[in-house]
């Protein structure tokens, strides 16, 4: 079955970077568009960016536009998320997900197929 | 934006029970809607996608209906592992997820 493993993640200060790494397995990497979504304590799911199977498109929700940056490596079947400029509110658990797309009665739908377990990231002084 | 609201934001029910969870978007997302469940502690879990197509895998008490605005999530017959938060998501535009809906032991 799939696999997917999130590193990385830990303390660090406001205004602080820190690298996640999401190790993938059992897929076919480089076929696959991959996101991260994050969960604060306590609180709901929230889509963070995307990335296409080649690395030609990615996207970034709001909150963390022109801060975070993704990308992949496909020769290590590796995604990654640099964060800068590190705020209190992006403390929470980071996931790495594998998207699938499926036609479903003449239109593409999109959704997260499979979950990494998550690494935590903590912004605090 | 499109804004995701789930109804209610929790429920107490009891084994056996049918229960329904409820998702509205705040503009027609056709049948862009996936639903997923979550343990404490764990990563969420897909169960739903196109808003009726069951995952591979997830028993059969799960369904889903909706098309536009308005979609629910059903369990036909709540068993002791489905005790659990329930999230929809859309993925018409960026993808966003409803805030969840919290299934506890009446």
């Known amino acids: 079955e799939v696999q997917l493993l999130e590193s990385g993640g830990g303390l660090v200060q406001p205004g602080g970077s820190l690298r996640l790494s999401c190790a993938a397995s059992r897929f076919t990497f480089s076929s696959y568009a991959m996101s991260w979504v994050r969960q604060a304590p306590g609180k709901g799911l929230e889509w963070v960016s995307d990335?296409?199977?080649?690395?030609?498109?990615?996207y970034y929700a709001d909150s963390v536009k022109g801060r975070f940056t993704i990308s992949r490596d496909n020769s290590k079947n590796t995604l990654y998320l640099q964060m800068k400029s590190l705020r209190a509110e992006d403390t929470a658990v980071y996931y790495c997900?594998?998207?699938?797309?499926?036609?479903?009665?003449?239109?593409?739908?999109?959704?997260?197929?499979?979950w990494g377990q998550g690494t935590l990231v903590t912004v605090s002084s | 934006d499109i804004q995701m609201t789930q109804s209610p934001s929790s429920l107490s029910a009891s084994v056996g029970d049918r229960v329904t969870i409820t998702c509205r978007a705040s503009q027609t997302i056709s049948t862009y809607l996936n639903w997923y469940q979550q343990k404490p502690g764990k990563a969420p879990k897909l169960l739903i996608y196109?808003?009726?197509s069951l995952q591979s895998g997830v028993p059969s008490r799960f369904s889903g209906s909706g098309s536009g605005t308005d979609f629910t999530l059903t369990i036909s017959s709540l068993q002791p592992e489905d005790f659990a938060t329930y999230y929809c998501?859309?993925?018409?535009?960026?993808?966003?997820f409803g805030g969840g809906t919290k299934v506890e032991i009446k």
């Open positions: 997900a594998k998207e699938e797309a499926t036609m479903v009665r003449g239109v593409i739908i999109y959704y997260f197929e499979y």
């Open positions: 998501q859309q993925s018409h535009s960026s993808p966003l």
């Open positions: 196109a808003a009726s």
């Open positions: 990335i296409s199977g080649s690395s030609g498109n990615t």
